[in-house]
């Protein structure tokens, strides 16, 4: 279902995407997009492909929610990292939604100068690639060993942030893996992933100052 269908240019990418699995890797990440439209660089959806894997990326400076939908077959030489605005993720995710409630339907997504969706529904969204987004790399801390109680201090967090990052991973499956570094001034992180292995959700949350 979820596969790189074909490269035509080394601009140019086409993937065919289950929409369920779609739908779901947006709808858990949008929520964290910051609000603060003079932040424009973070008041947007970030989207990677690396090739072999379709990412999703939002950030408000507090945390971070990443979403990734593993694609079958051999990995590409190709690579592609754009933002979408704030408005225009919202309307991708209900276009996404609504494009038909049959959770198997295959959307075709098309990367380029824009990103396409065609399928049930056609729709062409405006990519930004001058913005710069946040090495969102560098805040994700080490899931470590399951089963190991990493938490060695007391460490305060925002309650709606922890309920959002556990409503956007129960949307994947019911379990959900939580972890904090043995630093209790480091952020914590939830991990989760849908039951055939395709999708995978990540959230970071940042402590609060106490």
Request: hydrophobic share 40%.
């Amino acid at each position: 279902m979820n596969k790189i269908e074909r490269i035509e240019n080394e601009n140019d990418v086409t993937l065919s995407v289950g929409r369920g699995a779609l739908s779901t890797a947006i709808r858990s990440v949008v929520g964290a997009i910051s609000k603060d439209v003079t932040r424009s660089h973070i008041n947007a959806l970030r989207v990677e492909f690396d090739g072999k894997t379709l990412r999703f990326i939002a950030t408000d400076g507090h945390r971070l929610h990443t979403s990734l939908l593993d694609l079958s077959g051999p990995k590409e030489e190709f690579s592609y990292a754009a933002s979408l605005t704030s408005d225009e993720a919202k309307l991708l995710e209900k276009v996404v939604k609504c494009a038909k409630r049959d959770h198997d339907q295959a959307l075709t997504v098309r990367l380029n100068g824009k990103l396409e969706i065609t399928g049930p529904v056609n729709a062409t969204f405006k990519m930004d690639h001058e913005t710069s987004f946040p090495p969102w790399k560098q805040v994700l801390v080490d899931k470590g060993d399951e089963g190991e109680n990493n938490a060695a201090g007391i460490a305060q967090y925002n309650a709606k942030y922890v309920s959002d990052a556990m409503k956007s991973a129960a949307l994947l499956g019911d379990g959900v893996y939580w972890s904090m570094s043995k630093d209790a001034l480091a952020p914590a992180r939830v991990d989760a992933h849908d039951s055939e292995g395709v999708l995978e959700f990540t959230a970071v949350i940042m402590p609060m100052r106490m």
